[in-house]
């Protein structure tokens, strides 16, 4: 394979690192002529980058074995795209303002790097790369967290974010040391091929887990995830409860089907209990939310709760399962993050007591938040009813009935904190309901697509299709 | 695709027609059309039905088509009918029909109202005419929410407490319902979700106890069986006068149809072992709702404890897995759901005019409005059970049929049941004497005005059905009985 090859098998990240090298420079060249051009082009060119990416292309590895492809990949990293490319239309009121008006290039090219760790933790094929790929995944993000510079909330957000990042990546690599002390080798097949069931392996195969749970915030490694959510920008909030928990959730699934196929018992004894817990806990602390960014920052704990339904079935369809419910679960979480930011960056406010009737002044605003809820609760005709079918169809194949009767407990429950948000716009009366709104052009083009995925995306039966053509089980 | 879907894309249609109305005349106008369409289409398929029928078509299921929808799972848009599903969307669609003429007048948001109104018929249409495990469950959760913004923005009373248990209570029966379905598909080996090929297999008998229970639970929760029925009083007082006549006319039947459909005759070994438990709760529920309608004085109470016996009487009749119980059950769930419709139309009317739907502060109606008071006295005969009104056909035939078990538990049952005709007969005469006879409450009353063409139209088509049923069962009971003969055969 001459190196062309080897660098074109990584198509995907050579295209993302090309469109944040240019952006990059375009923001230290364009200076103050080119500026209101930067977020326009930044979308272009990151829809540009999503198009090219889009088929998938037959299964591969480069780099001796340390960067795999796959083309289940391709379709985890197109809804990764899709969601990013949400985000930043809806990130577009950030920089109108005052506030933050230098900050352009920072946060697009910030965001970029994320997302291209995340495409490389989600290839590699060796620790080392997947150290590389969690690291910049994590870092730069605890920046975005902490971007609001005036904002104290941010700011703490910023130092939890960044000192429990760091200690789970330090837990991870000390569990990776032990992987390599104990193998002798750090390619993921190799491993995987000498893993037996003794104490100091799954020792390393624990504290490895707990790194990535701290990502896709299972209970009990949850405790930043509130915190976070509700101090960072709302944007980034968006981000990080769908980006960086969907490719955490990803890797994971694929972590435990491939590498740790030999330790299936254990790791579905672990996940039983961890999705019990966290998918109750999620739900129970959700209840007592009046902050709307802190609500769906524990609604989101529940539905990781949920997508682990998919992984520990272990089965093809637990996959398919999971990709699609992840799918859905991007659009209505974006939708009420956008709706979230769009009333916050008017007004200011974020409690759920503040958007008591609003149908009477926003009702096209109350209606995509309505749908949000709705595809978050599971509810029909919404396409977040068929994810939730199917994927607790996966577990029930297994026959874990009873994750399936906990998880229906706690469906009943979350449904009635997302009618609370739906019965404050529709039902309660206000004397004085926030102004009505014009939400820019961008964001509503956002909530456009969101909106038509949210009520179209479930009927269609082509795309669980197309996922599972190339989902694998164990 | 054939005309079945039809059904099911109407209300779709109505429903973006509605978004693009603009005034109050196309709302209405939309929604006068799209219904009548609707009788007209369920009336069409019924005489298809029996055409095809008499000239000696014995499938099960006619008029069926199917789709491959998610092919991971083997799930299939699949659609088809029998009697029974005919019998269903005829009451349905006279219900939709009436409904409409009842809420001529909503305000405010009226565009909004017949929305949700659209969507909850979607999910009803669709609920009959499915053949597919996960279409029926898609189209029967479809039908649960909008039950939640239809009486949280126009109900009265409490609206928000009752909007919320009962949107609670019924979403955990479907959730429950859910873990049955993907136990009855998963642990029968099958290939496929439709319902068809669901009963040729079966699933080892220990664990179609847990399954049973669970699809049972599920369906008979919206059934109201009993101890289960507590969401139904606050939420059929509570709901607007469309709203209760649809879902206590209609959606409490999903329940009793979905619990044959579904539970018993794709577990029918667990249906008979488990049989005397349940046949025990429904009874209860049967005696326990007329007892509680005794004690009411608020009309819309009266109304619902009283559904909640008939329907628990529907879930009884179906546990007796007799061929002639069985089409008393759904004579019972065609001539209720016309009943009770009748009654909350009418209670509706009464309260828009009267403002109070206590009985103690309303009386010697009669005189003043005619035509509601004699409408009220014939829909109260029929629940009684009077013959020649429909009531009593479905009543009769439910009794006959749970009597022809032989074993004492049964026997005992439907004579306990049977008590429940002479309770109903208490509450509703003294309801009648007390606010329709009687001394005059409040001389305000003297200047309200009786029925109007909207409510007259919507009242006389309810009567009319309620007499067809009352005078010529035996049409409607032989499409109803031929269809469980041969459901009663696949399942022995």
Redesign the interface.
Same mark, same amino acid.
């Given at each position: 394979m001459s190196y062309f090859d080897h660098f074109m098998t990584m198509r995907s990240e050579v295209s993302l690192l090309a469109v944040i090298l240019f952006l990059l420079l375009f923001d230290i060249i364009a200076g103050k002529k080119g500026e209101k051009y930067f977020q326009p082009v930044a979308i272009l060119l990151f829809v540009a980058h999503t198009l090219l990416n889009l088929v998938p292309a037959a299964a591969g590895e480069s780099f001796g074995g340390m960067y795999q492809y796959h083309p289940v990949m391709t379709i985890i990293k197109t809804m990764l795209n899709v969601a990013t490319l949400i985000i930043f239309l809806q990130s577009k009121h950030l920089f109108d303002g005052n506030e933050m008006k230098n900050q352009r290039g920072e946060y697009y090219f910030l965001t970029l790097c994320t997302l291209l760790g995340m495409y490389l933790m989600i290839s590699s094929g060796h620790f080392l790369l997947f150290f590389i790929g969690l690291e910049t995944a994590s870092i730069p993000l605890a920046t975005l967290v902490a971007f609001s510079k005036h904002c104290k909330k941010s700011a703490e957000a910023g130092a939890k974010f960044i000192l429990l990042s760091a200690f789970s990546s330090g837990i991870l690599l000390f569990g990776i040391s032990y992987l390599y002390g104990t193998t002798g080798s750090l390619y993921f097949a190799e491993v995987a091929t000498k893993l037996t069931v003794n104490p100091l392996q799954i020792m390393a195969f624990i504290f490895f887990l707990s790194g990535i749970f701290f990502k896709v915030s299972f209970v009990p490694f949850h405790l930043w995830t509130a915190d976070v959510y509700e101090g960072a920008p709302t944007n980034v909030t968006s981000y990080l409860s769908v980006v960086s928990k969907s490719s955490a959730a990803f890797v994971l699934m694929t972590l435990l089907f491939k590498l740790f196929a030999s330790y299936l018992h254990e790791w579905q004894t672990l996940l039983f209990w961890i999705i019990i817990v966290t998918i109750t806990v999620g739900n129970l602390f959700a209840l007592r939310q009046q902050n709307t960014k802190r609500f769906l920052a524990f609604s989101s704990i529940s539905q990781a709760g949920y997508i682990a339904l998919g992984i520990i079935s272990g089965s093809a @369809?637990g996959m398919? #399962?999971m990709i699609y419910y992840i799918f859905i679960y991007l659009f209505s979480n974006l939708a009420a993050f956008g709706v979230i930011s769009s009333i916050e960056s008017r007004t200011g406010k974020t409690d759920i007591p503040d958007y008591k009737g609003l149908y009477q002044t926003n009702p096209k605003l109350s209606f995509v938040m309505m749908l949000a809820m =709705?595809s978050l609760a599971g509810?029909?005709?919404f396409a977040g009813?068929?994810s939730k079918? =199917?994927i =607790?169809?996966a577990a029930?194949?297994q026959g874990y009935?009873l994750l399936?009767?906990v998880a229906?407990?706690n #469906?009943?429950i979350s @449904?009635?904190y997302y @009618?609370r948000v739906?019965?404050a716009m =529709?039902?309660d009366q206000n004397g004085q309901p926030l102004p009505a709104l014009r939400t820019d052009i961008w964001n509503r083009a956002s909530l456009i697509i969101c909106t038509v995925a949210i009520i179209f995306v479930g009927l269609l039966?082509f795309i @669980?299709?197309m996922i599972?053509k190339q989902s694998f089980g164990i | 695709m054939n005309f079945l879907s039809l059904f099911v894309l109407l209300p779709l249609l109505m429903i973006l027609a509605l978004f693009v109305a603009r005034n109050r005349k196309q709302i209405l106008g939309i929604m006068v059309a799209g219904s009548t369409l609707l009788v007209i289409l369920a009336a069409f398929l019924a005489f298809h039905y029996i055409a095809a029928r008499n000239s000696g078509n014995t499938d099960p299921m006619l008029f069926t088509a199917s789709l491959?929808? $998610?092919?991971?799972?083997n *799930?299939q848009y699949a659609v088809g009918v029998d009697g029974v599903s005919v019998v269903m969307l005829c009451l349905s669609s006279l219900i939709v029909f009436t409904g409409t003429f009842v809420s001529w007048k909503m305000v405010p948001l009226t565009k909004e109202f017949f929305l949700w109104y659209c969507l909850l018929s979607t +999910?009803v249409f669709g609920f009959f005419i499915s053949l597919d495990l996960?279409t029926l $469950?898609? $189209? /029967?959760?479809?039908a649960? *929410?909008p039950m /939640?913004?239809l009486i +949280? !923005?126009w109900g009265s009373g409490r609206?928000?407490y009752s909007?919320?248990k009962l949107?609670?209570m019924l979403? +955990?029966s479907s959730? *429950?319902l859910? !873990?049955g379905i993907? +136990?009855i /598909? $998963?642990r029968s080996g099958a290939t496929s979700m439709h319902i068809s090929e669901l009963a040729q297999r079966t699933m080892p008998v220990e664990q179609q106890y847990f399954f049973f229970t669970l699809t049972f639970f599920g369906f008979g929760v919206l059934g109201a069986l009993f101890p289960f029925h507590t969401w139904s009083p606050d939420g059929h007082a509570s709901a607007p006068t469309a709203v209760s006549m649809l879902h206590a006319g209609v959606l409490m039947k999903l329940g009793g149809y979905g619990s044959f459909r579904v539970a018993i005759s794709l577990m029918p070994e667990a249906a008979e072992k488990l049989s005397p438990i349940f046949l025990i709760l429904t009874a209860i529920g049967v005696v326990y709702g007329a007892f509680a309608a005794i004690r009411q004085t608020d009309l819309k109470y009266i109304n619902a404890y009283s559904s909640v016996s008939h329907c628990n009487l529907v879930l009884f009749a179906i546990l007796m897995l007799t061929q002639t119980a069985l089409t008393g059950a759904v004579l019972q769930m065609l001539s209720h759901g016309m009943i009770t419709a009748l009654f909350f139309a009418l209670i509706g009317m009464i309260y828009g005019r009267t403002h109070t739907r206590l009985i103690t502060e309303m009386g010697g109606l009669m005189k003043i409005m005619p035509f509601l008071g004699v409408s009220f006295v014939i829909a109260g005969l029929s629940n009684i059970g009077v013959p020649g009104l429909s009531g009593f056909v479905a009543e009769m035939t439910i009794f006959v049929g749970a009597f022809e078990n032989n074993d004492l538990l049964r026997r005992i049952l439907t004579i306990a049941t049977i008590t429940s005709i002479v309770v109903g007969a208490v509450y509703i005469l003294r309801t009648i004497g007390k606010f329709l006879q009687g001394p005059l409450q409040d001389p305000e009353h003297l200047k309200l005005d009786d029925a109007r063409w909207h409510e007259r139209l919507a009242i006389i088509m309810l009567i009319a059905g309620i007499l067809y049923l009352g005078s010529f069962p035996t049409g409607v009971a032989d499409i109803i009985s031929d269809s469980f003969g041969s459901m009663l055969q696949v399942a022995k």
């Open positions: @369809l398919a #399962t =709705f509810i029909a005709p009813f068929m079918f =199917f =607790f169809s029930a194949q009935y399936v009767i229906v407990v #469906t009943i @449904l009635y @009618l739906v019965k =529709f039902i039966g @669980l299709d599972e | 491959s929808w $998610f092919k991971p799972l *799930i +999910g996960f $469950f898609l $189209f /029967y959760e479809t649960l *929410i /939640y913004l +949280g !923005v609206k928000e909007a919320m949107t609670l979403m +955990g959730m *429950i859910l !873990v993907l +136990g /598909y $998963f």
